[in-house]
């Protein structure tokens, strides 16, 4: 027995030793869309009180105007959302410690959320993680066993990648930390063309089974928000305007989710049904046009709701 | 939990630690049925409660044949054995199914039936641990095979994680006797058992999950490619589902050898068969060998003349095609190779001189032989993978008809090239197996004994080397893209 263990830990140390050799030269590139995650942070904790937190995944990074906001509302913007890949467990986690009391939060979660991606993907994880190893602070439990599940993926990639040194491209564009400006709203994208890929639209809509559990973090949130006094709202994410014709899958999230949270809702989902032209790349990633649409409906909601809080006794 | 996850990697590290720690019988069978409760409840903590029902239906029912004496009570509780694993397996796997073709066959009979389905979640893995529960009962029934008494071990037995979700599938008499006795550690079979994981996972993370694409392009949107592209992406899946589930079943033998419990072999080089029969001996033998063993001969077997034995092939070929998967395409499948295997038995026993077969062949006759047997199993698997029984006709259709043109062999040229580096690798894994073909895996390396130190010591970096180059292509070649074990859905 103990030589075996000493013949296997050995194999497993010289594995180890010229795996080791072989990734020593990856370095995260410090341009990647997820080295936001570091701006992100940095603005939310710079940013003067009462402020006005979006989070979500890429719908509110794509799709939500700061600017505007800024102008129009006496809240400082910032904009938090940056990949549905990290989960809701994640997005959630991220702000809890840094929340004020007189905060305003607006959640606007993908439908991916509820259909299977509480607990994220690996490489988005993974990404964020090494752009900002603090991170690690907000892995949920679901969180590690995505990452543990398919952590492969990634060490995959790095191994495959760690010799390109890659960290020494320059990456630009809407991808990129370069998209991102002062309030965390990715704004490379804006104004470019509309090419969507409707193939790939939907997937998680067609085959995934609504999660119920995330009602549950979802009202735990509200709870907690409500310790901090900070107020907290729901609005949905925008979508091609054919997606109502699947609109079954809708009518469950809505159902199941939206009409049983105890958060308030800002706006319907037909409110967030857009034209397909007015998407860049793909579902969730509003082009100029639309975004100010959205923000304008978010803002006309957030009046409302801040006006009645106002003269509530 | 699925064996190539850092998961996995952990959870057997621990698993293995403290089993092996544990000086007492009791506590590592109760470390097992944790560990595997564990495994199993990582997908979903509820299918933990089925396993658990079946487990105990079993259990009751096999201590109450011990003392049942007349033949309508031992009738009645194997009946209630059957029924209830038949049953659950019925309801989660079957019952949507059934309802879906009950509402066609209502609808052709002109009735308005309305769409009911039920919409059920399949437990994974609860065919192979059905069929292991059933062996139990029928093995006790028959008096095979003495009823388990302690309540742990027989949980453990039926939930022994290395072979849960995808097999093989054991019977008691192997697997429950060696639970029921103590264990000691052979540092031969561990070392064994750690190799054959290895050449496991080179043939599910390299060659596997590499073709998977492939055969996925294809068989997704058959319409879309022509014959040879079709035939192409057809050996790619023959290839793709052997590396799948003998590299599953590789890792579940391995995992069980260092745990110091022997797991049947489940698969010998079946591409190397010279005939359907042979292929048969050779592939998923533990399902092959269950069919044969509770259905196949209690039917009659081949001892009741040629139509007998046509019409039992053709059953129990039909009801394995139906066990894979509640679809049509499957039961086409397993028809096709119960039709193959019934005019296989009949040709040879028309043939004159039945001692002909022994001779020795030639190596281009013996070649043949295995390339007719290689392409009759591709037909089959056509209908295996296609989408529907539609799309399998369509795809041989497309075979047939249109791969007489030249333009139609472009796509498939610049297919080849684009994956040289995985056809490369596949290739050179089936040379690898044929030229290791006498032993249970590849990577078995008995040295007997070598008196010169130098030898020995040379011989032991060469394998290091070997094994240190599989860890590499895994780490280099492996797309880990989360891509579950072809059988896991069974």
Known sequence: ?313 | MTFTTITFALFFIIVFAVYWSIPSKTWQNVLLLAASYIFYGWWDYRFCGLLLLTSLIDYTVARLLETAEAPRHRHRLLLISLSSNLGMLGFFKYSDFFAANFRALLNSLGFDASPFTLNVVLPIGISFYTFQSLNYTIDVYRRELKPCANLIEFLAFVSYFPHLVAGPINRAKDLLTQIEIPRRFDPGQALDGCRQMLWGAVKKAVIADNLAPIVEAAYNEPGQHAGPQLAFATVCFALQIYCDFSGYSDIAIGCSNVLGIRLMRNFAYPYFSQSLSEFWHRWHISLSTWFRDYLYIPLGGSRQGAWRRTANLMITFFLSGLWHGAAWHYVVWGTINGAGLAMEATAASLRRDPARSDRKVLVLAKISRVLATFSFICVGWVFFRANSVTDAFSILHRIATMSYSAANWDPLLSSLLDHRVILIGAAGLMAVEWIRRKNSHPLVFAMGRIQSRWVSGGLTMLRWAVYTFLVFAICQYAPFRGREFIYFQF
């Open chain 1, 1 to 313: 027995m103990k030589n075996f263990v000493l013949k296997l830990t050995a194999f497993f140390i010289m594995q180890l030793l010229l795996i080791g050799w072989a990734i020593a030269p990856y370095r995260p590139n410090p341009d990647m869309f997820w080295a936001s995650t570091t701006l992100k942070h940095e603005i939310l904790s710079r940013a003067q009180s009462p402020r006005m937190i979006f989070i979500g995944g890429s719908n509110v990074a794509f799709g939500v105007d700061s600017e505007l906001i800024a102008n129009q509302l006496p809240y400082f913007p910032v904009n938090m959302g940056l990949d549905a890949g990290l989960g809701l467990d994640f997005a959630l986690n991220e702000i809890k410690d840094e929340l004020r009391p007189g905060d305003i939060v607006v959640l606007s979660p993908e439908y991916e959320f509820f259909l299977g991606l509480r607990s994220g993907q690996e490489s988005s994880l993974a990404r964020v993680l090494e752009q900002r190893p603090a991170n690690a602070h907000y892995l949920a439990v679901g969180n590690v066993t995505t990452l543990s599940d398919h952590g492969f993926g990634f060490f995959h990639w790095v191994f495959m990648n760690a010799r390109k040194r890659l960290d020494r491209k320059k990456i630009t564009g809407p991808y990129s930390l370069s998209a991102f400006n002062e309030y965390g709203d990715a704004v490379a994208h804006l104004d470019r063309r509309s090419t969507p890929d409707k193939a790939a639209a939907m997937k998680a809509f067609q085959r995934t089974p609504l999660d119920a559990s995330t009602l549950g973090v979802l009202n735990r949130f509200r709870a907690f928000c409500q310790k901090r006094n900070v107020e907290l709202y729901l609005s949905h994410p925008p979508l091609p305007a054919y997606y109502a014709e699947r609109q079954s899958r809708l009518t469950e999230v809505e159902q199941k989710i939206y009409q049983r949270v105890s958060i308030p809702v800002l706006d319907k989902q037909s409110d967030m049904f857009f034209p397909i032209d007015q998407f860049y790349d793909t579902e969730y990633h509003l082009l100029r046009e639309a975004r100010d649409i959205r923000t304008r409906h978010l803002i006309a909601a957030l009046r409302n709701q801040l006006a009645t809080r106002l003269s509530q006794p």
